[in-house]
T-cell receptor, first 111, second 114 residues
Framework: QKEVEQNSGPLSVPEGAIASLNCTYS??????FFWYRQYSGKSPELIMF????GDKEDGRFTAQLNKASQYVSLLIRDSQPSDSATYLC???????????FGAGTRLFVKA | EAQVTQNPRYLITVTGKKLTVTCSQN?????MSWYRQDPGLGLRQIYY???????DKGDVPEGYKVSRKEKRNFPLILESPSPNQTSLYFC?????????????FGPGTRLTVL
């Protein structure tokens, strides 16, 4: 079982819709959770991080964390074609020294 | 401009020929890390460094070496590259070890080992 799992996609949504990206992790000791966006041929860019159970909102992005279910998600409201990218879920163990990434979900927003 | 730089950006080499990929950051960050990215596998951590002269293995350290003699530099060394090390490599840095909520990535180095 992979430590961090994501559906590889592609996930296709129409412009203006809500895109929902999901991630599960296996280590219950994980304490920090991140979402990165990566455009083709580019380096990952951090868009959200969350440490506590519940929701965290930043503009059109909402990260949701449920430690009991070992589940973290990212919602993108009012999706735009410029949101088309691969979204990487990452998890850090206590101390944040080692970071485990999922393989990523490709999102395609249709104009 | 705050940034992480990597050199070279592209490299084609042959099996067994030692190479070094440099990584430098100008933000005085304590924590630096190397990752490789392969299709379907995502980013996998190779080595990380919490500060000068402090390094530790990530998940896939075999075949790689690192050093951290200065805070700004964290080179990745492949003593005897093999074709299975063909990959896209990213260096990253963070202001404080244990606080990865502001991790900055370099532009990547695409390595091909023939």
């Amino acid at each position: 079982q992979k430590e961090v799992e994501q559906n590889s996609g592609p996930l296709s949504v129409p412009e203006g819709a809500i895109a929902s990206l999901n991630c599960t992790y296996s280590d219950r000791g994980s304490q920090s959770f991140f979402w990165y966006r990566q455009y083709s041929g580019k380096s990952p860019e951090l868009i959200m991080f969350i440490y506590s159970n519940g929701d965290k909102e930043d503009g059109r992005f909402t990260a949701q964390l449920n430690k009991a279910s070992q589940y973290v998600s990212l919602l993108i409201r009012d999706s735009q074609p410029s949101d088309s990218a691969t979204y990487l879920c990452a998890v850090s163990h206590g101390g944040g020294f080692k970071t485990i990434f999922g393989a990523g979900t490709r999102l395609f927003v249709k104009a | 401009e705050a940034q992480v730089t990597q050199n070279p950006r592209y490299l084609i080499t042959v099996t067994g020929k030692k190479l070094t990929v440099t990584c430098s950051q100008n933000m005085n960050h304590e924590y630096m890390s190397w990752y490789r990215q392969d299709p379907g596998l995502g980013l996998r951590q190779i080595y990380y460094s919490m500060n000068v002269e402090v390094t530790d293995k990530g998940d896939v350290p075999e075949g790689y070496k690192v050093s951290r003699k200065e805070k700004r530099n964290f080179p990745l060394i492949l003593e005897s590259p093999s074709p299975n090390q063909t990959s896209l490599y990213f260096c990253a840095s963070t202001p404080l070890a244990g606080k990865t909520d502001t991790q900055y990535f370099g532009p990547g180095t695409r390595l091909t080992v023939l």
